[in-house]
Every structure is written in C-alpha cells, then in structure tokens.
C-alpha cells in the first residue's frame, strides 16, 4: 500500500452526512472563488480594450499582451516582465 492510501483520513473519523456537508461546503467555496476570480478579469479586459493606441504605447504594451499580463500578475506563469517583478515586491521605483 502506498503513503498516499495510508494518510488519507478514515471515514470513521467523520460520519457520511456530516462528510458530505464539509465536502459540499468545500466545492461551493471553491466555485464561488473561480467564479469571482473570471469575473474580475471580464472586468479588467473589458477596461484594457477600451485603451486607445497612445495610452497602450504610453503603457509599453500591446493589446495581445493582455493575457500574458495577465497571468503573470496571478500567479498563473512565470514572472519575467521587470514591471510585475516591481509591483509584486512592492517596489515602484525606476
């Protein structure tokens, strides 16, 4: 038998309504995360497309940049702009 098999808790320790509720519990904090997490970037997406070609210029960026930007700043790809890199340890100097 495997570690992973002998670590999982036994069904003994919590009676099957009483599972089933803190597991149910579970999946609805999670979907309500994910859900609000798409939210606030049809939000974001839809103020980055209303920039107009100076402002983006200005920003350094182009409009396909958005989800890679995107991403870096969540945490969902690897870090490699020096801008997030700044923001994310809290400098904003030059």
């Known amino acids: 038998m495997s570690c992973a098999i002998q670590s999982r808790p036994t069904s003994a320790a919590r009676p099957g309504p009483v599972r089933f509720a803190a597991d149910l519990r579970g999946t609805l904090r999670s979907m309500l995360h994910e859900l609000a997490g798409a939210w606030r970037y049809a939000a974001a997406r839809r103020e980055f497309s209303r920039l107009d070609a100076s402002t983006l210029r200005d920003l350094g960026m182009s409009r396909g940049e958005f989800d890679s ?15 997030v890199l700044r923001n994310l340890r809290g400098r904003y100097g030059p």
């Open 69 to 83: 930007y995107w991403a870096e700043t969540h945490g969902q790809a690897e870090q490699t702009r020096v801008r």
